[in-house]
């Protein structure tokens, strides 16, 4: 398996609390992503990074910022968590600029109660 | 509104037999297609991709077409195995090669009966 780790794994946190998942590779990939999965919608692209301090948003950002200081981390940050935000989500990544199958992570289940 | 459609939310197939999921795709920017697998409390895996130049690609057991015409595309399992059994997602990327990001079907959760 390629090297990206996820962590945690599992969370339990309270509504309006400040939560930080990290996405770690060790692939040296440029294309870093994070997905949210939940029943009845699929995979969701929240933010992606093109590099390191380089992040865009993508279909369902509010509610999240994202981090990447350096190529081998991304942070997705939930400033104040909700019950809305309780979901798996995914980290994936990409070694060049087309679609030749991203490599997911393994997920972290987040419940916001 | 939904770009990439997949409208089975399950499908059963007997083990040997053929399994069809399909996807259909509403975005005519769409050039690159993929097919995900994924067992639960794992990340999706790559299966198989399909670009918008072809209306064919096979790779052993699976193969995918793309009807352009018709915004189409499906996945053929052949023949079906119980390890086959999993979630399957269809994905797409507009010009630009996906860098921004796949946009990602619901699923269709394939259940293979012995």
């Known amino acids: 398996d390629a090297g990206i780790t996820q962590s945690p794994r599992h969370k339990v946190t309270e509504t309006g609390t400040p939560v930080t998942l990290r996405c770690h590779q060790t692939e040296n990939h440029r294309y870093m992503y994070w997905y949210r999965q939940d029943p009845g919608h699929g995979l969701r692209l929240i933010h992606y990074s093109y590099g390191v301090k380089d992040t865009d948003k993508g279909e369902v950002s509010d509610g999240y910022s994202v981090s990447r200081s350096k190529t081998e981390d991304f942070l997705l940050t939930l400033e104040s968590a909700t019950s809305s935000q309780t979901s798996v989500y995914f980290c994936a990544i990409s070694d060049f600029q087309g679609p030749y199958g991203y490599t997911f992570g393994s997920g972290t289940r987040l419940t916001v109660v | 509104d939904q770009q990439v459609k997949q409208n089975s939310p399950s499908l059963s197939v007997q083990e040997g037999r053929i399994s069809i999921l399909n996807c259909d795709y509403t975005n005519s920017m769409f050039d690159y297609f993929l097919w995900y697998k994924k067992y639960p409390a794992e990340g999706p895996t790559f299966l198989i991709s399909i670009s918008s130049i072809k209306d064919k690609n096979e790779d052993g057991r699976f193969t995918v077409f793309l009807n352009k015409s018709a915004k189409h595309l499906s996945l053929h399992i052949v023949p079906s195995q119980p390890g086959d059994s999993a979630v399957y997602f269809c994905?797409?990327?507009?010009?630009?090669?996906?860098?921004?990001?796949?946009?990602f079907g619901k699923g269709t959760h394939l259940i293979i009966q012995p």
């Open positions: 994905a797409a990327s507009a010009a630009g090669g996906g860098a921004d990001g796949l946009t």
